[in-house]
Each structure stands twice: as structure tokens, then as C-alpha cells.
């Protein structure tokens, strides 16, 4: 497998296929001593047999029409010309060379400059360099009888390095299919390693079994033996043969690591005495015959379980299926029994069939000798298919025993079939035989009479359901009726719905008019049941006779849904008035559908008692759902912020919503503090409505805005819920009032007004209990945070004692103007204990705590603010100005746009504290943190009283509140 000659093949716009060479041997070499000529593409492919000979006159033929070398319409191509030689040739040159354009087969034009010249090149002697390979197969023996589906060994061989001269690969082995089999009679050919693990599985194409491990050599080491194996699955061709062979040594590709020649090996005869090519055509070895087809019958998945009905026809007593393996079958007599189980023969009509897959293969009348009480295992009912079932290998039919139920039959008749297959031609083997399949036998299945239960359902709890006087087409009613636990489907051809009355003397049942029944689809749909008879007037008893009768399917588990619709009168109905639609226990016309026999239903439920109502209600709640969902600060100034939101819920009745009122509340609250108000229904993106500004409230105590419409401003369904949100923007500096707590409310019945839709009365009322969420208006934000670096970074264990920094907090002033800090309030989670005292807790007098603040925009705590003893209680330390626990003055004063750090220490303590006494702040509320900042220096008048001299926020209730509440890591006490 010398490469000799490599030429480049180009195409233009147009795919070409190059299909022979005539090429020209030049140089000493003789003819007699090349030994094989071969030509391959750039993939190393070989294309065209291998030539043996060279002509007299030094050419010769490569003939590749049958697998051309393909080159694409503007792509480019190789071929290469490989050479064989023996060793006579050693010390001479060879060279090869195309002589013209015309020595190139082509299905176009070829053009390029000739001849095409490839180098001369000595030829040496590779004994002592290339190593040398041995192919031995092994085996394995004939195996007359190989079954289908199931892989077998058709092929073993050992590959030898005796030359021991450098490592090799085993890239490529071509094995030739000699047997009879077809290509498609045969699947995944796998080649097995010395390991037994699979190396490669393939395809059978044209009788050949090509593993090609060039991407993934097999290796060799130097003096290695390797052993593998070739098995194959078989899934046709009954009789026919495998018969595996290596047909030539260049249709093996092991190659050198060192020199990158490949070794054409050669045929051992040490395993089977074959020791020359093809290897695998001596007698005794790899040849492999297909075994008889076989048959498999057995019980269909989708044979029928449910129950017989009296006089139902043409029912599937049993379903089964055959698959053939291997050959074509042709299925001529079966053998089979209808088993009875209490069962009387007469019971079956007319006649049994035989069909696959509505094909007709047998008929006959019913007969004594069909029957037995054996369900496992008798067929022994002899009979020949009329028309033979024909089965092709692989290919699985149905087979069907089919009968008819007759009008005699009762509930204790139990009905199945058993199927034996006694007689198969196989069409390539060519002989009649008994395939010795197993009796198969299917469910026994009783006889049932149809059935209808109907149930009166429950739409809701006692006293819950409750429908508005003046409505109409109001639901008064659900039926469910089931045949599932018949034997056939039932017929309802009327139904009768008895109406109970409770309540005020006065109230009778024509209080109720139009009734209406309606089937239920199943996407929920529903459909108006049309009745002969008037049912316009409610009556005590309310009969529907279908013009076109229900039928409910017994393969409906779940039943069929019907339901009552009616309407009510709008006036004379007491609010106490108790009705309820009941299915009149049988009294309903009701028959199977196939027999026509009489069926006595079986009502169950006690259905919904309705109470009625002379207006709805409207429900309104908080929508938690929507953030802000607690009270929260807002900066003066900030646009599209969310006040709140509220649910209303519809009961009883659709409510129509006629008119709104948002009302502002709070502390100091104007109606000036928030304007561009608008309300948003169910998310949407377009207000509802909207107004620019509110009213001035009576005293100036906040403001209010109301819509009205003498329609509606939108509906709510009985039963349904929607949500209202209210956005407004808040008022710019030196219009809102600063400090101020505002909340809109809808605590009173004229906030929200609404009609129902039938009656247009107006609703019940629940309305919020002034508990709306809480905005406090701030000038700029002032945030409350861990320190940078934080302090403590994570929970950490110090010797604590008077001194001890126990935590850091900063508070960052984002505003413009200078900000003075009035309170500091911390909430302490951790547990401490004395000495002294053993587990009791310490108590608020015996620890002292101070609070020390650093310069701006440091971390450094070493100004002392806190003022008179600070100590803990109920779990919360506060310093502030306003009781002196806290010195007001520049430490505690942040420039705008900056920041100062607090730091808490224990200033004093009765006792040394038990080792793990822990103490662990947090800021636990918004509003924990307070300041106050100077109207002078924001240069308006920030809560709006006319002048620019106050201090805002500077009271113990007004102050000003910072964002944030940090959780800080715990510190224990690890004194021992």
C-alpha cells in the first residue's frame, strides 16, 4: 500500500465523477513483482478492485465506474495510485504518470497539463523495519439452527504481531457476506474487542460488513496477539445462510506507528486451517443458517374488560395477538373454546366470527362443542380458517373471536375465549407445521343489565348558595348521571326534578319560572336538552321529556353532567325563602340503549338548598399583594407611586360599581400632599380614571376625590373578584408636608357604591376598618445600614466587658442639606447572664450602654453622644435628643451627600456576664431611625405653615424617619 502517484482533481460548476485511470509504470521495477495496484480518495477510501497485473507495455486500468471518486461542483478531490510489491523488487525505482487527458474517465471534460508525472522512488527492503502481521480465524464452527432476535457469533479472528519491530494499528477490516442472506434479513453487525466490549456496530450494504476504525484505531503492541470477535442479530430469512470472509489482504488496514506503512497481513491457518485468501471459505467454519420461522400468540393489551350488556351484539369475547419472527407465516386452523361460567349456552345468538382487523377468516353458528368451563387452558375446538390470515416476519396482527350477547342473558352469565394456533404453512421453509404455541386465554367478563346512577350534587355548603330575587337563568341545580356500572349504555328519555320549599309561608314554587335543563360537554360547554312538555311554571314536581333522548355512555366513568337553570321572580320572595331541586327517585324514563330494557335508576345526594337573597353583597379587602404592602416612607416629589390596593368581591349578585370616593387621611394630612391620581382595574395599563388634584376635606384634614357614573364604571361578576389600585404622584418640596402620614381610606359606605345587576338595589357593604397602609412623606432618604467595614462582619466571640464595641451602624444622608439625628433606636435579640447571678437574665439596670459616633465619611467610633444612663428595655435600647439619652450637637450631625458611623459599647456592669451571654442588634422598624433637617436650610417651607423657620421632624413624634433595617451578626461572651 505504497502511495506512488497523487494527482489533485478539481471540478468547476458542475459535480464531476470520476469513474478510471490509465495510468503509465516507469523506473526499474519489474511487473511480475507488483503484487497489487489500488487507487483512494483524500479519506483514504479505496475505490474499484484491486489490480494484480501491469500490461506488457507497462500501463494499466483502474476501472471504478461502480463507486466513482465524487467531486463537488467547485470543490476539489485526490486520488492516489497505491502500489504492492514483493521483495525482488529491493534497490530498484518505480515511478508512475498519467499520459493524457483522455486516460482520465470522467462524466465531463478534463483539462490540466500532461503527462502528470509523480516522482521516482527507490524501493527498499522493509523486512528488518515493517513488522509483520498474521490474520488466524478462529472460528466459530457451523451452527446449523442460528434463532432470530438474539445476536450470535458468526465470525472470530486473531490478529499476530510476529515481527515485533515497531507498534501498529488496526484501522480497517472489510468482510464479505458469501452467504445468502439479504442485506435486510440481518442487523447490527457488531466487532467485539479481546475485552468483549463492542468497538463498533454497523450495517450490512451490498454483502459487505466494513468496520472502519480510522478515527479510533485499534492498537497493536510490538509482538501483541489480539483476539475479536464479529456477532450479528438475525431478524429474517428463515433458512438462508451467513457466511462471513476475508476476502483479500488489502482488505485489511493495520498500520505501522513508526514507518506509517500499512502490513498486508498474512493469512494463519494455526485456528482452522484456512491459511490462505479468502479466508472463511473452508468447510466446517462461520457458515450460519437461519432457523424456521416461529410464531408468538398472546393476549391483546386492548382486549376488552368491561362488562357484557343483555342483547348487545357483535361483542369482542376475547382479543389476541401473533407475531411471526423469522418467515412469512400463512395461519390455516386455530383451535378455540368460548368458556362459560355459570353461563347457559343458549345465551349466545347467532353466530361466533373469526376476524383480524375486520377481515372475515371464519364463521359460524353457535354450537355445544364451542363451549367449556375450562377458562385456562382447553381450545380443542378444531376449526380452517375460510380465508388463511398471512403474518410477514417481524410484522404482529390481531385476532379477534367475536359473538353476540342474547336477550336471555343474566348477571350471573360470565363469558371469555381461549385461542390456540394448530396449523402454519411458513412460506420459505416451505412446510406445514403445529407453531406449539400456549393456549391463551382472556378476562372473563360478566353479563350486566344497564344501569343509571344519578346523583343530586352539592354546589355548596348548607346555607351558602344563595341567589338574588329578580335573577335570571340563575344555576339551581347539578345532576350527574353514570351507566359505567351497567352492561351497555343507558337511554334517558325523561327525568324528573322535584322542588322542596322552605321559608316564609308566602313563598310557593311559581316563584321559580322558565326551568331549563342543560348538558354539560366536556370542555364545560352547555346545551339546552329540549323537552316536548312546558316547563315554564315551577311545579313540585318538574317533568322533562326529551324530544331527543340522553343517552350516557357506559365507557364514561365520570358520567355525564347536567344542568337546572331557572328564574326568579323579583318581587313577593322573601329573604328567608329555601328551595331545593331534587332528581325524583325513580321516576325517570329510562331503558339500555341497545336492548331497550327498563332500568330503574339510583338517586343519591341531597343536592343544594338555595337560599334567596333580596340584594348582593361587595366585599372590599386590602390587596396585600401589591407593594407597597406595609406602611412605607416616600420622598416629596416622587411620581407613579403606589398608595394601595384594595379587592372587591361580588356575592350573591353581579354588582355594577356607579361611583368611587378616595379619601387622603392622616397626621397633618392636606389634600395638596398628592395629585395626578388615578386607579387601575385588574393591572391594566390605561387608568380607570383619573383626577389632577383633590378637594380641600373639611378643616383642611386631608383631601378627596370622587368618580360617578349614572351607568357603570365597570361590573363584577357574581363570584368573581377584582382589584383596584391607586397611583398618584406625590406632591413636589414646599407643597407636600413634610412628616406627614398619609393613606387613603375606604372606611365608609359612600367610598364605594354599587347596584346589583337584577335587582338594582344597592349592595351590603364590608368596607376597610381605616386600617389602609401608612406613607410618610420624607424631603430626601436617609438610609440606616451595617458598617463599612462592617462591625460585627459575622457572629464572632470577644472577652466582653465595660469598654466592649458590641456593634456599628451608619446613616447615610443622600440629601443636599445637612441632617441632625434625633433618635437611634436598636432592638437587642441575644441573652446575657451574670455570674453572679447564674441563668437568671441581666435586668435592665444592670448593663450600661453609650453610643459613640465617628467624624463624616469615617468608621472610627470615639465621640461620645450618648448622654444619661442608657440601659435596655423590653428588649430595645433608644438614645434620643428629646431625653437628653442622646446630646444633640455636630456628632450627631451629617452633611448632605455624606455619612457618619454609630457605634454601641457596654459603658458599665454590675457583674462579669457567664460565658455565652450574646447580644445581637437590629433596627426592627422603619422609623427606628429619626432626624431633622432645618426649612433655612432647604429654603422652602416644608410643612407649608407659611414660613421658613422651623426645624422639621424636630419633635419625639414628628421626626423624620430613615430607610433600612439592618440585622447585625451576634457577639458572645467567651470569658470563662
Not at 516507469?26 to 497489487?36: C, L, M, S, W
Not at 461620645?864 to 428629646?882: M, R
Not at 421658613?948 to 458572645?972: E, M, Y
Request: glycine fraction near 10%.
Amino acid at each position: 500500500m505504497n502511495p506512488v502517484l497523487k494527482i489533485g482533481l478539481k471540478a468547476g460548476s458542475t459535480a464531476v465523477n470520476v469513474t478510471s485511470l490509465k495510468v503509465v509504470k516507469r523506473g526499474g521495477a519489474t511487473n511480475a513483482n507488483i503484487t497489487g495496484i489500488r487507487v483512494v480518495d483524500s479519506a483514504g477510501k479505496r475505490h474499484g478492485n484491486v489490480v494484480s497485473s501491469i500490461n506488457e507495455d507497462n500501463t494499466f486500468t483502474l476501472n471504478f465506474s461502480a463507486d466513482p471518486i465524487a467531486v463537488a461542483a467547485n470543490g476539489s478531490e485526490t486520488a492516489t495510485v497505491q502500489l504492492d510489491f514483493n521483495t525482488s523488487n529491493n534497490g530498484v525505482d518505480v515511478g508512475l504518470s498519467i499520459a493524457s487527458a483522455a486516460d482520465v474517465g470522467t462524466n465531463g471534460t478534463v483539462a490540466g497539463s500532461f503527462p502528470v508525472s509523480g516522482f521516482l522512488m527507490d524501493i527498499k527492503d522493509g523486512a528488518s523495519i515493517v513488522t509483520t502481521i498474521t490474520f488466524d480465524l478462529d472460528g466459530p464452527a457451523d451452527n446449523a439452527s442460528v434463532q432470530m432476535n438474539a445476536a450470535v457469533e458468526v465470525f472470530n479472528f486473531t490478529l499476530r504481531d510476529s515481527g515485533s519491530f515497531e507498534k501498529s494499528w488496526f484501522e480497517f477490516i472489510d468482510l464479505y457476506n458469501n452467504g445468502s442472506v439479504t442485506d435486510s434479513d440481518v442487523k447490527d453487525w457488531q466487532l467485539l474487542g479481546p475485552n468483549g466490549d463492542v468497538i463498533q456496530t454497523v450495517q450490512q450494504k451490498d454483502k459487505h460488513v466494513i468496520f472502519d476504525l480510522r478515527a479510533n484505531p485499534y492498537s497493536l503492541d510490538k509482538g501483541a496477539t489480539k483476539s475479536f470477535k464479529v456477532k450479528v442479530t438475525p431478524v429474517t430469512g428463515a433458512t438462508r445462510t451467513v457466511d462471513l470472509q476475508l476476502q483479500n489482504n488489502y482488505d485489511l488496514l493495520v498500520k505501522g506507528q513508526t514507518t506509517a506503512h500499512y502490513i498486508l497481513a498474512t493469512a494463519d491457518g494455526t485456528g482452522t486451517n484456512d491459511s490462505t485468501y479468502p479466508v472463511g471459505d473452508a468447510s466446517g467454519y462461520t457458515s450460519m443458517t437461519l432457523a424456521s420461522g416461529s410464531l408468538t400468540l398472546d393476549k391483546a393489551g386492548d382486549s376488552p374488560t368491561t362488562n357484557y350488556a343483555v342483547g348487545e351484539s357483535d361483542v369482542v369475547l376475547g382479543k389476541f395477538t401473533v407475531k411471526a419472527t423469522g418467515e412469512d407465516h400463512e395461519i390455516r386452523q386455530l383451535g378455540f373454546k368460548i368458556y362459560e361460567t355459570a353461563a347457559s349456552e343458549t345465551n349466545l345468538a347467532g353466530s361466533i366470527f373469526v376476524k383480524s382487523a375486520g377481515q372475515t377468516l371464519y364463521s359460524a353458528a353457535f354450537a355445544a362443542n364451542m363451549f367449556s368451563e375450562n377458562t385456562t387452558s382447553v381450545a380443542t375446538t378444531s376449526i380452517t380458517l375460510s380465508t388463511y390470515l398471512t403474518i410477514k416476519a417481524g410484522e404482529t396482527k390481531p385476532i379477534e373471536i367475536i359473538g353476540s350477547i342474547g336477550s336471555t342473558a343474566t348477571g350471573s352469565d360470565t363469558y371469555g375465549a381461549n385461542l390456540d394456533i394448530t396449523q402454519v404453512k411458513r412460506l420459505v421453509t416451505g412446510d406445514l407445521a403445529d407453531p406449539t404455541v400456549s393456549v391463551v386465554n382472556t378476562s372473563a367478563r360478566s353479563v350486566k343489565a344497564a344501569t343509571l346512577d344519578i346523583t343530586d350534587v352539592a354546589m355548596a355548603a348548607s346555607g351558602s348558595y344563595k341567589i338574588v330575587s329578580g335573577t335570571n337563568g340563575a344555576l339551581i341545580g347539578k345532576y350527574t348521571l353514570n351507566a359505567s356500572s351497567g352492561g351497555e349504555d343507558a337511554r334517558a328519555n325523561s327525568l324528573v326534578i322535584s322542588l322542596g320549599m322552605g321559608g316564609n309561608s308566602g313563598d310557593t314554587v311559581a316563584d321559580w319560572t322558565n326551568l331549563r335543563l342543560y348538558r354539560v360537554g366536556d370542555d364545560g360547554t352547555e346545551t339546552l336538552v329540549t323537552t316536548s312538555n312546558n316547563t315554564d311554571t315551577g311545579g313540585a314536581t318538574n317533568t322533562f321529556t326529551f324530544t331527543t333522548p340522553q343517552v350516557i355512555p357506559k365507557s364514561d366513568s365520570d358520567g355525564v353532567e347536567f344542568r337546572l337553570r331557572a328564574n326568579l321572580a323579583g318581587s313577593g320572595v322573601s329573604a328567608l325563602m329555601i328551595s331545593r331541586f331534587t332528581v325524583h327517585a325513580t321516576s325517570a324514563d329510562v331503558v339500555g340503549n341497545t336492548t331497550g330494557n327498563s332500568v330503574t335508576e339510583a338517586v343519591s345526594g341531597q343536592g343544594t338548598g338555595i337560599n334567596t337573597v333580596t340584594g348582593g353583597t361587595l366585599k372590599i379587602a386590602l390587596d396585600t399583594t401589591v407593594a407597597p404592602a406595609i406602611n412605607a416612607l416616600v420622598n416629596a416629589g416622587q411620581t407613579d407611586y403606589t398608595l394601595g390596593a384594595v379587592t372587591l368581591k361580588a356575592e350573591d349578585e353581579t354588582q355594577k360599581v356607579t361611583g368611587l370616593e378616595l379619601q387622603l387621611e392622616g397626621t397633618s394630612a392636606s389634600s395638596t400632599d398628592v395629585r395626578n391620581v388615578r386607579v387601575y382595574l385588574d393591572g391594566a395599563s390605561t387608568a380607570l380614571v383619573s383626577g389632577v388634584s383633590m378637594l380641600r376635606t373639611e378643616g383642611d384634614s386631608g383631601g378627596y376625590i370622587i368618580w360617578l357614573s349614572p351607568d357603570k364604571l365597570f361590573e363584577i361578576e357574581q363570584g368573581a373578584t377584582r382589584k383596584l389600585k391607586f397611583v398618584a404622584d406625590v406632591s413636589g418640596t414646599g407643597i407636600a408636608r413634610l412628616g406627614n402620614d398619609i393613606r387613603l381610606d375606604l372606611d365608609q359606605s359612600f367610598h364605594v357604591t354599587s347596584t346589583g345587576k337584577f335587582t338594582n338595589t344597592t349592595a351590603t357593604r364590608t368596607l376597610l376598618s381605616n386600617n389602609a397602609i401608612t406613607h410618610t412623606i420624607q424631603p430626601f432618604t436617609v438610609t440606616v445600614a451595617e458598617a463599612s467595614p462592617a462591625y460585627p462582619a459575622s457572629n464572632l466571640e470577644a472577652n466582653v466587658s465595660t469598654g466592649t464595641l458590641l456593634a456599628k451602624f451608619k446613616i447615610t444622608n443622600s440629601g443636599a442639606v445637612s441632617i441632625t439625628t434625633t433618635q437611634l433606636k436598636i432592638f437587642n435579640n441575644g441573652s446575657c447572664t451574670f455570674d453572679s447571678i447564674g441563668t437568671s437574665t441581666c435586668n435592665a439596670n444592670d448593663t450600661d450602654f453609650s453610643l459613640k459616633t465617628s467624624a463624616e465619611n469615617s468608621d472610627a467610633t470615639s465621640n461620645l453622644v450618648s448622654g444619661t444612663e442608657t440601659n435596655e428595655y423590653a428588649g430595645s435600647i433608644t438614645w434620643k435628643t428629646f431625653d437628653a439619652t442622646m446630646v444633640e450637637g455636630a456628632n450627631v450631625t451629617i452633611t448632605g451627600g455624606r455619612y457618619r458611623t454609630y457605634g454601641v459599647y457596654i459603658s458599665g456592669t454590675t457583674d462579669g456576664y457567664a460565658a455565652g451571654s450574646n447580644w445581637q442588634f437590629s433596627v426592627s422598624t422603619e422609623g427606628d431611625v429619626t432626624y431633622t433637617v432645618a426649612e433655612s436650610s432647604m429654603g422652602y417651607d416644608g410643612n407649608t405653615d407659611g414660613d421658613q423657620i422651623d426645624a422639621i421632624g424636630n419633635t419625639s413624634s414628628t421626626g423624620l424617619k430613615a430607610r433600612g433595617k439592618p440585622s447585625l451578626p451576634a457577639v458572645t461572651d467567651k470569658t470563662t
